[in-house]
């Protein structure tokens, strides 16, 4: 479903949010309530588009022969949305704390008085990765600190295997999957936050906001280790 959000004001956005119970609607009268409007619709655009790219990069390398990519060109391009997916976690939970001009997930919560809900988050990312045998935080700030956004020349054997390793993270289903629960647990608890205030202000949409939130739970409870819906 695509709804039009363009010069639609506060009232509007409400009327569209009762007409269409979409999440998407919820999510845009938020970032009116909190001002940020560019902000939180920015964080939005790259989470879901890391999302896409961990969905499609699996099978990139035969689509892009397919249609005629040299191979040097297809190792490039690959490459290429491999680190920017890395690159993308980084921005998106990573950003130095203690500046608050960064945007991250967090710091999008704490400015709105979520503190709570962001340390949840914080210790989401804190979790060890079965797959890497180090948190989820570890192992992205050490593959994009150390191989993507800076080269250290100074690295671990360890750090040297995780880094060798970065492109299986990412084209396994095992693996890719564990990086995608993890996103999706982190942002359940933003979309919370979101139907919450939204329903805050405006009580006469509770009833969809509550509709809203069984769906919310339902994907999170059900999302099992196949990522698939039980």
């Known amino acids: 479903m695509i709804i039009s959000y363009e010069g639609k004001n506060e009232r509007e956005l409400v009327e569209i949010c009762q007409k269409y119970r ?7 009268l938020f970032c009116v309530i909190y001002g940020n409007k560019d902000i939180h619709r ?7 588009n890391v999302i896409t790219k961990l969905e499609v990069v699996p099978n990139l390398r035969y689509t892009l022969r397919k249609i005629g990519y040299k191979e040097e060109a297809v190792a490039a391009i690959v490459n290429g949305v491999i ?43 804190r979790e060890e990765l079965s797959l890497t045998g180090r948190s ?26 995780l880094i060798r390793d970065k492109y299986k993270y990412v084209l396994e289903s095992e693996s890719r999957i564990g990086f995608l629960r993890v996103m999706a647990s982190a942002h359940s608890i933003y979309q919370k936050v979101v139907i919450e205030k939204v329903c805050e202000k405006y009580p006469d949409l509770k ?14 409870e059900n999302f099992n280790l196949t990522g698939d819906l039980k």
């Open 22 to 28: 979409h999440i998407s609607s919820f999510h845009e």
């Open 207 to 220: 009833e969809v906001g509550d509709l809203l939130e069984k769906d919310r739970s339902f994907f999170v």
């Open 83 to 125: 680190n920017s997916i890395y690159s993308d976690f980084r921005a998106l939970f990573f950003e130095k704390g203690d500046n608050k001009e960064n945007y991250t997930l967090q710091n999008c919560l704490r400015e709105i008085g979520c503190n709570s809900e962001a340390n949840n988050i914080d210790n989401i990312l």
């Open 42 to 48: 920015e964080f939005s655009n790259i989470f879901y």
């Open 136 to 161: 989820f935080k570890e192992t992205i700030k050490t593959i994009t600190d150390k191989s993507v956004a800076h080269f250290d020349g100074k690295i671990s054997s360890n750090d040297l295997l």
